[in-house]
């Protein structure tokens, strides 16, 4: 089955910027997910990426997609305090009827 | 439009209790989904309604879990006997076309 594997924690200085990457087995999938979950609240899609694009960016959101290499990763530049929160990677699996998430990377700032 | 609605946000139940969960997909969107999120670790899919058929319930944990949407409009999750393991955070999710999933903000379960 399908496997997505993230990094647990990540520290980042104010103002800097951040990078959460993700792997994946398999993917038969459109687009490929990161979702936001901040304390206390639901999970907020934050960005995706079509499955034929190698490089999306919004604003301060850039992900990047490594098809060959099954590596999905999302860079926040110039990081704020309210950028603190989980952050998942999310692939659809198999015929789409599920989204496989990983375990999530728990992103904090330091001032 | 009004988001996926979740209830309660916060359940506290006792070992044995029965509990049961309630998801408002967003109107309209035939496709609704159950995950869960258990001691911090990944979230897991339980199971894909489309309309009133169980499209999917390959993640359903055991036969203590039982998932309805009579109708095709709110679904339920019930857990009986609840059990300490099943304590985590409850998902759920809409989408119309099985992309752009819309979660709701989750019910916290905690077992004790």
């Known amino acids: 089955g399908e496997d997505v594997e993230q990094s647990l924690f990540l520290s980042v200085r104010e103002g800097d910027s951040s990078v959460i990457n993700c792997t994946y087995t398999?993917?038969?999938?459109?687009?490929l997910y990161w979702y936001k979950q901040e304390p206390g609240a639901g999970l907020q899609l934050l960005t995706y990426?079509?499955?034929?694009?190698d490089m999306k960016q919004d604003q301060r959101l850039t992900v990047l997609l490594n098809k060959k290499d099954k590596h999905l990763s999302l860079r926040i530049a110039d990081t704020q305090t309210g950028d603190s929160a989980i952050y998942f990677c999310?692939?659809?699996?198999?015929?789409?009827?599920?989204?496989?998430f990983g375990s999530g990377t728990r992103l904090s700032i330091r001032p | 439009e009004a988001g996926v609605t979740q209830f309660p946000s916060h359940s506290v139940i006792e070992k044995g209790q029965t509990v049961t969960l309630r998801c408002d997909p967003i109107?309209?969107?035939?496709?609704l989904y159950w995950y869960r999120r258990v001691m911090g670790k990944e979230i897991k899919f339980l199971l894909h309604?489309?309309?009133?058929?169980?499209?999917?319930e390959s993640g359903m944990p055991n036969n203590r879990f039982l998932a309805e949407r009579t109708g095709g409009t709110y679904s339920t999750l019930k857990v009986q006997p609840a059990e300490l393991e099943d304590s985590g955070v409850y998902f759920c999710?809409?989408?119309?076309?099985?992309?752009?999933?819309?979660f709701g903000s989750g019910t916290r379960l905690t077992v004790v």
């Open positions: 999310a692939v659809p699996y198999s015929s789409a009827s599920k989204i496989i």
């Open positions: 990426i079509f499955s034929n694009m």
């Open positions: 398999d993917s038969s999938s459109t687009y």
């Open positions: 999710a809409s989408s119309d076309t099985g992309n752009g999933y819309t």
């Open positions: 309604f489309v309309k009133e058929s169980k499209q999917d």
């Open positions: 109107s309209g969107h035939d496709n």
